[in-house]
Nanobody, 116 residues
Framework: QVQLVESGGGLVESGGSLRLSCAAS????????MGWYRQAPGKQRELVAF???????NYADSVKGRFTISRDNAKNTLYLQMNSLKHEDTAVYYC??????????WGQGTQVTVSS
């Protein structure tokens, strides 16, 4: 199993920046892909960005050029640097991993609120 603990959410003004962190523990060597999802009130959960073992990244069109996903393998931590935040980025952000055995694990979520 993999345990995920997110941090770094909060309230920020439009145009501001935040960095989310996700600390992974447990069977981290089984992790195939790590990513961030978000869910706004009344909307479905959507993929924001992911990074795989080869460090290839992929972003939702809505965040390209503003968000950057990265990881620190020594710290077993995933990051999401969010710049030029917009009101529509307001959501609960979830850390996600998929393992080599095709199991999905989720963090508890962290609230990001961007004031307009």
């Amino acid at each position: 199993q993999v345990q995920l603990v997110e941090s770094g959410g909060g309230l920020v003004e439009s145009g501001g920046s935040l960095r989310l962190s996700c600390a992974a523990s447990g069977n981290i060597f089984s992790i195939l892909v790590m990513g961030w999802y978000r869910q706004a009130p009344g909307k479905q959960r959507e993929l924001v960005a992911f990074i795989n073992r080869a460090d290839s990244t992929n972003y939702a069109d809505s965040v390209k050029g503003r968000f950057t996903i990265s990881r620190d393998n020594a710290k077993n931590t995933l990051y999401l640097q969010m710049n030029s935040l917009k009101h529509e980025d307001t959501a609960v952000y979830y850390c996600h991993v998929r393992t080599t055995t095709i199991h999905d694990y989720w963090g508890q979520g962290t609230q990001v609120t961007v004031s307009s």
